[in-house]
Every structure is written in C-alpha cells, then in structure tokens.
C-alpha cells in the first residue's frame, strides 16, 4: 500500500498534456482555415446590417474588384472601392472615401460633424453631389478596366446599409445605380435564424 | 507481448526498473510548444471574422430608367409598404384599375404569394415602398419574395401621393 501512494505521488508531477495539445491544435487548424482578414481599411465606416434568412448560394462577396456603397442611417452614402490605384486615379488620393448625401432637406453627417455617430473615419472625404457620384461610379467602372487591362471588367457592387436608413435614400441609390449602367448589385446582409421551418 | 505489461509479484526489481527508464525517455516537455500554440490560437480567434457576410442580390430592370415597358395590367400586383412597414397587396386589372388593398403581415407575404401566383404564374411584382420606410424592412421582404417559391419578377417603382392616401386610410 505503502509503495503504491509513492507511485502516485510521482505521477502526479508529470501532467500529460497530449490530449489538451490535440484539442488545442484543432481548434488552431479551424481558425486558421476559416480566417478572413479585415482590412482595417475597408471598414471605414461601420454599420449595423439588416437580417436575412435567404441569399444566393452562387453569389458570394468576391476578393477583389468589389465596389461597396455604404448607407448609414442618417443618410450618407459613402463610395469605395478595394483597389488603392482605382481611388487615387479616381478621387485623387490613395484612401479616399467618396460621400454622397442623397437627401437634400438634410444634412450630410460626416460634413458638418466630421464623424459617424461618435466615430470618426480615418479616411479622406471626398463629398460628391449626384452628378458627381454618377460620374464617379462611372470613372470608377473606366479606371478598372484600363487598370486591369480587360475591357468588360465590371465591379461587384454591394450596398451595406445600415437596417434604420431610409428607404428613399435605397430609392435615390437604386436610380443613379441604374443610370451609370450597374443593374446588378447585392444587398448584404448577416445570417438569421429561420423559426418558421 | 502477452504478460509482459502484468506487475507479476515474481517478476522482481529489474522489470520495474526498466519499465521506468522507458516511461523517462518517452516524456517530451511539452510546456514552450503548447505555450507558442495556444499565442498562435488566441492570435487567430482573435482576428477571425466568422459571419461571412450574406448577399441578396438585385437585378434592375434593362435598358434605361426612361423606357417604358408595356405589362399587361392584368399580370400585375401592387406591393405597397407603408412608412411603418405594412405590407398592401392589390391585384390589377387589365382594365388600368386595381382591386382593393389588402393588409399583409410581413412574415405572411410569403404564403400569400404562393397562392396568387398558383392562381397566376406570370405575376409581375410591382413593388412601392414609402421613401420613409426602414430598410430593414426592404431585406425582410425580400427575404419573403425569396421563401415563397415563386418565378422572381419584380420591378420597382416609386410611391405616388395617392398610394400613401389610399395607404393612411387602411390605417398605414
């Protein structure tokens, strides 16, 4: 007996750690393998999406060329695309942001408060009016096809907007989306649990 | 193999001595790797972003925002939605008219759909939506279009003064 709580004593200094490292470099795998990379940049401006239950499964966000229209809630469209050569051709600096305020009885946030909710946006505003948002996305469209070389390139456009924008601001977009020739675009949104089935 | 791992009472000192000098050299220390896994593993959980973001996707209407497309009336129906997110169905007439407006749940357009278009396949969805409307609101709905199982075909329009009249007197 005697003998026997010795050995078990001794045991117990070493702690076999094989199985915490098994799961542990699972879990490592996992992540390494479903990560994806914010670039700090892209989320200039952040906004808190609607929910949806259904979405194309052959749509998905693509890794580049995709042009995002960002709607916030008290209005402000805010235009960007992912390629740094794409912006200062088009706005005339690497990290610049176009702004578009659509609604003319009110005023633009980011103009008269220099930031988004209490955020402020690291980027360069560049503020458009529709005539120059149109001549933007248009530009926009130009410069990525002499950029890329291929004539018939064309952007994803996707419009993240926030669930309390105004419809008339989606309506205004929709109208100047549809004159500069882009018919296709994606509404993003985050994942909902269906109940009802 | 067979016997060789029972502590027979007979087999002695050596036996246990060796089984200890093998049980030392099969130990790794393995406290610096799991210390380099576990900064690796809180790196990435901590820079992953795992809601991919979903895309519902909106096809506009070909050709420019000028054309007028001729529908025939009686293939149409109006989908209204109120500033405060009600959802009005009416059917059209081939006539130019339209039947009374009739109150929808959200979260019912769905089943409605499916049986106006099993009475009608070639529904074109005409869709109004108040400029005030939340557009939350807009992604439910389509989220609706897309549940029902239906051929999509849908066109946007804008909301005239008279809808939101007809609309406020159903009581918005």
New interface residues.
């Given amino acids: 007996m005697a003998k026997k709580v010795r050995n078990i004593k001794k045991a117990s200094i070493?702690i076999d750690?094989?199985p915490?490292?098994d799961v542990?470099?699972l879990?490592?795998t996992f992540?390494?393998l479903?990560?994806?990379?914010?670039a700090a940049e892209s989320e200039a401006v952040e906004v808190s999406?609607?929910?949806?239950?259904?979405?194309?499964p052959d749509?998905?966000?693509r890794e580049n060329d995709v042009l995002t229209l960002t709607?916030t809630d008290k209005g402000d469209v805010f235009l960007d695309v992912d390629a740094y050569k794409i912006r200062q051709k088009v706005f005339g600096d690497e990290f610049a942001i176009g702004v578009y305020h659509p609604d003319s009885t009110t005023k633009s946030e980011i103009e008269t408060k220099g930031m988004i909710g209490n955020k402020e946006v690291k980027r360069k505003i560049v503020m458009l009016n529709k005539a120059q948002f149109e001549k933007a996305l248009v530009d926009l469209k130009t410069t990525l096809r002499s950029v890329s070389g291929n004539s018939k390139a064309e952007f994803q456009v996707?419009v993240k907007?926030?669930?309390?924008?105004?419809?008339?601001?989606?309506?205004d977009l929709?109208?100047s989306?549809?004159?500069t020739q882009n018919?296709?675009?994606?509404?993003?949104?985050?994942?909902k649990q269906d109940k009802?089935e | 193999m067979a016997g060789g791992n029972f502590d027979a009472p007979d087999s002695g000192g050596k036996g246990k001595d060796k089984n200890k000098v093998k049980g030392r050299g099969v130990?790794i220390d393995?406290?610096p790797?799991?210390d380099v896994?576990?900064l690796?593993?809180t790196f990435?959980?901590l820079?992953?972003?795992?809601?991919?973001?979903?895309?519902?996707?909106?096809?506009?209407?070909?050709g420019?925002?000028k054309d007028k497309v001729k529908v025939d009336m009686g293939n149409v129906l109006f989908v209204r939605v109120s500033e405060k997110g009600n959802v009005f169905f009416a059917m059209g007439k081939s006539d130019g008219s339209e039947t009374p407006m009739e109150k929808i749940e959200v979260?019912n357009v769905a089943s409605k759909l499916e049986a106006l278009f099993a009475q009608n396949n070639n529904l074109l969805l005409l869709l109004k939506?108040?400029?005030?409307?939340?557009?939350?609101?807009?992604?439910?709905i389509?989220?609706e279009i897309?549940?029902a199982k239906i051929e999509k075909r849908y066109a946007?329009l804008?909301m005239e003064p008279t809808d939101v009249e007809k609309i406020n007197a159903l009581g918005g």
């Fill in positions: 070493h750690m094989t915490l490292v542990i470099m879990l490592l992540f390494m479903t990560a994806t990379f914010k999406l609607p929910q949806s239950i259904y979405s194309d749509n998905k966000m709607l996707v907007g926030d669930k309390d924008t105004d419809y008339g601001i989606v309506e929709m109208e989306l549809h004159e018919k296709i675009f994606s509404l993003v949104t985050t994942i009802k | 130990n393995m406290t790797m799991v896994i576990m690796l593993l990435f959980m820079t992953t972003t795992l809601a991919a973001p979903q895309l519902m996707k909106i096809s506009l209407p070909k420019d925002v979260k939506f108040d400029r005030k409307m939340k557009y939350h609101t807009m992604s439910d389509f989220d897309s549940r946007f804008k």
